[in-house]
Nanobody
Framework: QVQLVESGGGLVQAGGSLRLSCAAS????????MGWFRQAPGKEREFVAG????????DYADSVKGRFTISRDNAKNTVYLQMNSLKPEDTAVYYC???????????????WGQGTQVTVSS
């Protein structure tokens, strides 16, 4: 079991940047695959990005490819999501997840963080 705590959300203008952090704790926190999901009001929770336990494999949703970067620092048990060129459509609650690499369905997630709000104004 892994415990996840997100931070770094906030309000930003379109075209701006934010970096989200996810602090993980637990016996396997530094080696398990992780991901980011998001959920906008009235919409289903959707996959954003995934990273393997070692950080060697990366997966992005088409909607964020080229703008977002997922990374991890296993020495700090932390996963990051650098978000650049933000658009109003990126507005959502962002959730960190312990999720098998390559699985994009939220039902496959083992553990969720509490979520952090990202709001992008036009």
């Amino acid at each position: 079991q892994v415990q996840l705590v997100e931070s770094g959300g906030g309000l930003v203008q379109a075209g701006g940047s934010l970096r989200l952090s996810c602090a993980a704790s637990g016996r396997t926190a530094s080696s398990r695959a992780m991901g980011w999901f998001r959920q906008a009001p009235g919409k289903e929770r959707e996959f954003v990005a995934g990273i393997s336990g070692s950080g060697s494999r990366i997966d992005y949703a088409d909607s964020v490819k080229g703008r977002f970067t997922i990374s991890r620092d296993n020495a700090k048990n932390t996963v990051y999501l650098q978000m650049n060129s933000l658009k109003p459509e990126d507005t959502a609650v962002y959730y960190c997840a312990a999720s098998p690499f390559g699985k994009r369905n939220p039902v496959d997630v083992h553990s969720w963080g509490q979520g952090t709000q990202v709001t992008v104004s036009s």
